[in-house]
């Protein structure tokens, strides 16, 4: 799979609209860099973060008062659509550089080939929702390798300190898996941990967590919803969810952008929905960060998993492998295992 392939036809979130102001900035995606700047009018562009003089990277150049790209070495200026001049030769021709799309959602930058429609736009599925923020967090690690620990619940009471089940209770968990055409699904049932923060949102000792996820490959992403019942079977009243996009962003290097939000059934307590969704963003933030600290130590974990000794908790890992190549990378039915490379390949190619 030479040269890389081109996810960008999916929308991924790249960068929060408030980091990008009068300056253009850099992000990258599957090995590939792009400059987002703003333009005359301030809405957010994207060209590929090289000037197609001498390939320059544009992240490093300025913003004209007309709103075209200067690049920083010898002053090619290029628009959002990415027409480009020579002021040393302004009757050079095919002076432009390649463009992309930036859609501006939930405030962030979202970015995606010229020709991709707007309705392959992820949906975040936020109806009766109240949205609480969204954060970015490196993860030092594969997306392949991100993903896997972002697939099973298993290492929850190793890894973290908050949300679900803790040792004692890891024989207690009730579990179910679904591999279907387009997506897995999994659902986990076990007895919530003693943690005080949870009271924030109404959970209690003795109550039932559950987590039932959905992971999509258009781009990649998990949407997490979790629920709280009481012994009794009753439920607690908030119901939070997350969506998480793993964003690769080079070979050894994956960005997760996550977009948080909380519902309730309780009429009485809507109006304390805005403050109660900003704690569950911060709680979902330190289950995020607790990932992102522990993923190093398997940052090297090969991308097939012969060999290893899984169980049924792993059971969507092995599928969506395939799911990934054949969705995200776009591989084909045929791929089986192989390898995925994210190479720097010649800017703009």
């Known amino acids: 799979m030479e040269p890389t392939p081109k996810v960008i036809r999916h929308f991924h979130p790249v960068l929060s609209a408030r980091a990008l102001g009068t300056r253009p900035v850099r992000v990258e995606v599957a090995g590939r860099a792009y400059a987002l700047f703003r333009d005359g009018t301030g809405q957010p562009a994207a060209l590929a973060d090289a000037c197609p003089h001498r390939f320059a990277p544009l992240s490093k150049g300025t913003v004209r008062a007309d709103g075209r790209l200067q690049c920083p070495y010898h002053g090619w200026r290029f628009d959002a659509e990415g027409r480009g001049s020579n002021p040393s030769q302004p009757e050079l021709r095919h002076c432009d550089a390649r463009s992309f799309q930036v859609v501006e959602r939930y405030g962030y930058l979202w970015l995606a080939e010229r020709d991709t429609p707007l309705s392959a736009m992820p949906d975040m599925g936020d109806e009766g929702y109240v949205f609480g923020g969204a954060f970015s967090t490196p993860f030092a690690a594969p997306l392949h390798v991100s993903l896997d620990n972002f697939s099973e619940d298993e290492h929850t009471p190793y890894v973290h300190t908050r949300l679900g089940w803790d040792d004692p209770n890891a024989g207690r968990v009730e579990f179910e898996a679904r591999n279907l055409e387009d997506r897995t699904e999994v659902h986990y049932r076990a007895p919530q941990r003693p943690a005080p923060i949870m009271t924030v949102l109404g959970v209690r ?19 997490y919803t979790i629920r709280w019942v009481a012994p009794d079977g009753s439920p607690r009243p908030f119901i939070t969810r997350a969506n998480i996009f793993f964003v690769p962003e080079t070979a050894r290097t994956t960005r997760l952008h996550v977009f948080s939000f909380l519902r309730t059934e309780q009429r009485l307590l809507r109006p304390l929905l805005p403050v109660a969704a900003r704690a569950a963003m911060a709680l979902t933030w ?3 960060r607790d990932d992102a600290r522990f993923i190093t130590t398997v940052a090297d974990t090969p991308y097939s998993h012969k060999g290893m000794r899984l169980d049924r908790f792993d059971a969507p890992l092995v599928h969506q492998r395939r799911l990934l190549e054949r969705i995200y990378y776009g591989a084909g039915p045929k791929m089986t295992g192989a390898v ?6 010649a800017p703009g190619g």
């Open 340 to 345: 995925v490379p994210l190479t720097r390949e």
């Open 286 to 288: 330190w289950e995020v």
């Open 205 to 223: 000792d003795g109550d039932f967590f559950q987590n039932d996820w959905v992971t999509r490959f258009d781009p990649v992403r998990s949407q």
